[in-house]
């Protein structure tokens, strides 16, 4: 009878035990992103147990204590069968989320978001960037987990409480510690409070995931920020985007109407190019290109995925914490759009990429933006298809050389091709590098290369050719989101349509690469509200503005800031401004997810 009064605590010791593991497994799965002694464990285990689980876990039980009391006010009620039910959806939960924190946080560095659901629907995405027996042994560990939550759960909670009066005083007295932790939840509990070290990944374990994840969870329908108020916002705001940039003050083109190539390089941030501080060694192929060309040094991308860049690049807008425009498809008449732009002033338009466009939402989007020629996978012979994701970047490059020298229209034309190797699995036909990672973007480089000097042998191709070569986003290798060089990119114009090759110091976004390259060609930009033509006169504050799914980053003149959404705290600012950056960042995210409400 003693043990059935107690069950409450043997459940809530059970938890602070499941989460306490659950942080060490975290740790030592993810140990090769940044190393970590024993104290360091020590020191997570202590700060995430009186930070968060304390109180949390008696969130988490709050329904097997109103079923207590109501069982004493009963006594007749089956208190375990009511209960079973509720155990095994914590266990699903608690196990899942756990799991899932681990795992992903390899692949992404920061906490399970609910921004995770916007993938899951293409689950596409994960099959092939992993194996099956990568996904059958993380559900096995997945399965292990829910039993190693529910099943002990069920077994000490008693069948029914025997209502003596000792056990009712004692509900009473455990009553009113619960109802406190509760309060404790709402009003002091807040996911920052974990936030005890500057390395972000002990921060990172230190923060309850099932805490961390329903804290992301935009309760009302749909996402919003409330960081300033409206007067603040609007003072923060002034000036970042000028209604008028039309004006050119510097030409780098000497034609007006070039045929326009736009390389988009899967994943291909400045970590992979020496010039830009990267890795020797990579990108031989970009650095033996850039004296030839305008090489922009301070280029940066919006964001941290595919659907969010391409986004950035053709609609010249800017990226969502946790928002796929490229899946909101009811949105896509309202985005701006560069393809359409140049359509207008007579391009012919199209679009090659060498897999399906089944994933996330890429068709419609980019059919919405008015790419006519859509080429995917099955542009291919079944024999060209050798990768995960689809034909190979040689394949794809020696295909785009064909179709654009089999072009006999007299009208200029825009043409993507989007490469696909340098992403996980990692797996290409080349062999320079042994780092398999380095090796990818390597390969990428040669193959980007190859297309290049393969255009330069056309000479009347070339000499009316600008091609465009830009990254999607970065890649997380040895870095964390707390370095503001993984947004940091190359972006480099070819061809013989540049007037001259140079370097080019003026700070920018990708989304202001529409605004930037309508005005070189001479066509109106007005209709893209977050795209600044940075060669005008009137672009008197360069900065560039940046995010993922738990923070904002902006840079200017002054230094940098990183602000982590989940926390609610700068995570870096370089160098200390009076949180001015940080004021101008969460303005403009308060404005964009304004205009994307006003859209819906």
Not at 121 to 138: Q, Y
Not at 317 to 341: D, E, G, I, K, N
Not at 368 to 384: A, C, G, I
Request: hydrophobic fraction near 45%; glycine fraction near 8%; proline fraction near 6%.
């Amino acid at each position: 009878m003693r043990r059935q009064a107690h069950f409450l605590e043997y459940l809530y010791c059970l938890l602070l035990l499941i989460f306490a593991l659950g942080r060490v497994g975290f740790m030592l799965y993810n140990r090769h992103i940044d190393g970590f002694g024993i104290i360091d464990v020590l020191d997570v285990l202590r700060t995430g147990l009186f930070a968060h689980d304390f109180m949390f876990v008696a969130l988490l039980l709050a329904v097997p204590w109103l079923a207590a009391l109501l069982s004493l006010r009963w006594p007749g009620l089956r208190l375990r069968a009511l209960l079973i039910p509720y155990y095994i959806l914590l266990g699903v939960v608690v196990g899942l989320i756990i799991l899932a924190d681990a795992v992903m946080y390899e692949f992404w560095q920061f906490k399970l978001n609910y921004v995770v659901f916007s993938y899951a629907a293409s689950p596409e995405g994960t099959t092939n960037s992993v194996s099956t027996w990568f996904l059958l042994s993380r559900l096995i560990a997945a399965l292990a987990l829910i039993l190693l939550v529910a099943l002990p759960a069920i077994l000490v909670t008693p069948r029914r409480l025997q209502a003596t009066g000792g056990v009712r005083l004692w509900y009473r007295n455990l009553s009113i510690i619960w109802t406190f932790l509760l309060l404790m939840n709402v009003f002091y509990m807040r996911v920052g409070d974990a936030y005890y070290s500057p390395r972000l990944f002990l921060c990172h374990s230190a923060t309850n995931p099932v805490l961390g994840f329903f804290s992301s969870v935009p309760w009302s329908g749909q996402e919003g920020y409330s960081y300033l108020s409206d007067e603040e916002q609007a003072e923060a705001f002034q000036g970042l985007y000028p209604e008028d940039t039309e004006d050119l003050a510097d030409t780098l083109l000497n034609t007006r109407r070039p045929n326009v190539l736009l390389v988009f390089m899967e994943s291909f941030g400045g970590k992979f190019v020496e010039e830009l501080g990267g890795v020797p060694g990579v990108a031989p192929n970009i650095g033996r290109l850039i004296p030839q060309g305008i090489f922009w040094q301070n280029y940066y991308s919006n964001s941290f995925r595919t659907d969010r860049g391409t986004v950035s690049a053709y609609s010249g807008w800017v990226s969502y914490p946790q928002t796929s425009l490229m899946r909101q498809a009811r949105l896509h008449t309202a985005l701006s759009s560069l393809p359409a732009a140049m359509e207008e002033a007579g391009y012919h338009t199209s679009y090659l990429y060498p897999g399906p466009m089944t994933n996330m939402g890429k068709r419609d989007y980019l059919a919405h933006m008015h790419f006519r020629h859509l080429l995917d996978d099955t542009t291919f012979s079944p024999q060209e298809i050798t990768g995960s994701w689809g034909a190979d970047d040689s394949t794809s490059a020696m295909k785009t050389f064909r179709l654009i020298a089999q072009k006999d229209t007299m009208a200029p034309w825009f043409m993507v091709w989007q490469t696909i190797s340098s992403h996980e699995p990692w797996q290409v036909p080349y062999h320079r590098l042994e780092d398999p990672v380095l090796n990818a973007f390597a390969y990428t480089d040669h193959c980007v290369g190859q297309l290049i000097d393969s255009l330069q042998t056309l000479p009347t191709v070339w000499d009316r050719l600008l091609v465009i070569i830009i990254p999607d986003h970065g890649y997380l290798y040895q870095q964390s989101f707390q370095d503001p060089e993984f947004f940091h990119s190359p972006m480099l114009w070819l061809g013989g349509a540049v007037r001259e090759p140079r370097r080019m110091d003026v700070l920018l976004s990708q989304s202001d690469l529409a605004a930037t390259l309508l005005s070189q060609l001479g066509l109106p930009h007005r209709q893209f509200p977050w795209s600044r033509n940075v060669l005008s006169r009137h672009y008197a504050y360069p900065f560039v503005y940046c995010n993922f799914p738990s923070g904002l980053m902006l840079r200017d003149s002054t230094g940098v800031s990183i602000f982590d959404l989940s926390a609610g705290l700068p995570i870096l600012e370089e160098p200390e401004d009076g949180g001015l950056r940080q004021r101008k960042a969460q303005a403009i995210l308060q404005e964009s997810c304004r205009l994307l409400g006003a859209g819906r």
